[in-house]
């Protein structure tokens, strides 16, 4: 199907989601979000060392795209995520990732050093589960 410029802003759309992704300290932010029905700013702020003003630019990006919902209560706010679509959307991307890494036997160590995801769903029983890689010979 050639590509149509009536779809533009479908892809516009899509390519900003990722733009709010594109940053490491997102990324493990959102997995820190996938791991619990919501978290303190403060304890993000713990989690990932960053200080706090670095923080709540990283959260305006991700609610501007709408990654995140933070909810204040008293002197303090919590996120969480928007979609629990995109906890299941980071599992996928660490699969990829996981896979990618493979053929790469300098990476394998540090792709399974990597913090453990909590399930977003329970997988299919066909699906395969994330056995720590071995480098290939």
Do not use: C, W
């Amino acid at each position: 199907m050639p590509f149509s410029h009536a779809h533009l802003p479908l892809y516009e759309m899509k390519a900003n989601l990722f733009k709010g992704l594109a940053h490491p300290f997102r990324i493990r932010v959102l997995e820190l979000l996938s791991d619990a029905d919501e978290v303190s700013v403060a304890r993000l702020g713990e989690a990932t060392g960053l200080e706090a003003s670095h923080l709540s630019q990283h959260l305006s990006v991700l609610r501007r795209h709408r990654l995140v919902v933070s909810e204040r209560r008293a002197s303090h706010v919590y996120y969480r995520l928007a979609d629990h679509r995109t906890a299941e959307m980071l599992a996928v991307a660490r699969a990829l990732l996981l896979e990618i890494v493979r053929s790469d036997g300098e990476r394998v160590a540090e792709a399974n050093a990597l913090p453990a995801l909590a399930p977003a769903t329970p997988a299919p029983a066909h699906a395969s589960t994330q056995a720590p890689l071995e480098a290939e010979s």
